[in-house]
């Protein structure tokens, strides 16, 4: 592993999730064990309009992009400089899925190894209380200069995981995040891989809590593994942005699906998840019944 080939990506884009998301920046640094090797940045025309609260954010606007090369014009660097080398990334999902989606448009099919930077540092650099780049790098003294542009953040993140491989000398924590089995790269960046492990693979509800512990999805389930898995895998938006707020899961088993039907909408009505906004206004919509059974008395 120490000639291992890694590169150290970051993307800015038009801000649409991952569906329809368009690149308009990218850094990408490539390693060989921890020597840096090569690095390639450019600013990228997304092909479509840049909303103002990226430009507010990034800094990066229309006008800057306008002459910046398309995604096509660029690829074959790309695929030049990933080719043999895992793929890292802060909350890599994001960055290797908008790759993935850009990739597509060109027909080409765009796969690699992929190790996240969020989810390695939670193991090897416990107990913090955010994981967010620029939480770490100030809890580590890691300089990240022009946040959220491309070159920036790549550069912190390099330092970053060159750390995490003096932390993991033999590998263990890496090569267990590689392993085809492990749930570590398709896992949203703050959920413990332990959470999933335990869940349960009966009928009742579950509930997706944020890093303060409040409930932001309750949903039913068949099998409450498998469906809290699903959720991972799915590439909509709002299941990757589901994914992203996640850090805790509950689960509550019932036996039937008639008890999980009726405790789901019980827990959506108290605490008005902002993930179930169909189900919602679906449950504002029902009027509720009583069976009342009257029993005459004879004399």
């Known amino acids: 592993m120490q000639d291992q080939l890694y590169t150290v990506i970051?993307?800015?884009?038009?801000?649409?999730?991952?569906?329809g998301n368009r690149i308009t920046e990218i850094c990408i640094v490539l390693l060989r064990g921890n020597k840096i090797l090569d690095k390639f940045t450019s600013l990228v025309n997304p092909e479509q309009n840049i909303p103002p609260f990226i430009t507010g954010l990034t800094g990066i606007d229309n006008d800057m992009v306008r002459k910046a090369p398309k995604f096509h014009e660029?690829?074959?660097?790309?695929?030049?400089?990933?080719?043999g080398a895992i793929f890292v990334a802060h909350n890599v999902n994001f960055d290797y899925n908008v790759l993935k989606g850009e990739f597509r448009g060109l027909g080409y099919t765009f796969n690699r190894k992929k190790l996240c930077t969020v989810?390695?540092?939670?193991?090897?650099?416990?107990?913090?209380?955010?994981?967010?780049?620029?939480?770490?790098?100030?809890s580590l003294n890691i300089p990240l200069l022009d946040r959220h542009r491309a070159?920036?953040?790549?550069?912190?993140?390099?330092?970053?995981?060159?750390r995490i491989l003096k932390l993991d000398p033999e590998f263990?924590?890496?090569?267990?995040?590689?392993n085809a089995r492990s749930k570590e790269a398709t896992l949203p960046p703050h959920l413990d891989v332990n959470i999933i492990n335990t869940l349960p693979e009966e009928t009742g509800i579950y509930l997706f809590k944020d890093q303060k512990g409040k409930v932001i999805y309750a949903g039913k389930a068949k099998n409450i593994k498998q469906r809290v898995i699903s959720h991972f895998y799915d590439k909509k938006n709002k299941e990757y942005a589901l994914g992203q707020d996640t850090h805790a899961i509950?689960?509550?088993?019932t036996g039937n699906e008639l008890i999980a039907l009726l405790l789901e909408a019980e827990k959506i009505q108290k605490y008005y998840p902002k993930f179930n906004r169909a189900k919602k206004n679906q449950w504002r919509r029902i009027e509720l019944y009583n069976?009342?059974?009257?029993?005459?008395?004879?004399s």
Request: proline share 1%; with cysteine.
């Open 10 to 19: 970051d993307v800015e884009t038009t801000g649409k999730g991952i569906l």
């Open 74 to 83: 660029i690829a074959e660097r790309i695929i030049e400089m990933t080719t």
């Open 119 to 138: 989810r390695l540092s939670r193991k090897l650099i416990p107990g913090l209380f955010s994981y967010s780049l620029g939480r770490l790098c100030s």
């Open 151 to 162: 070159e920036g953040d790549t550069d912190a993140t390099v330092i970053l995981f060159q």
């Open 172 to 178: 263990t924590v890496i090569n267990s995040f590689l």
């Open 250 to 253: 509950d689960y509550e088993v």
């Open 291 to 298: 069976i009342l059974i009257e029993k005459e008395s004879y």
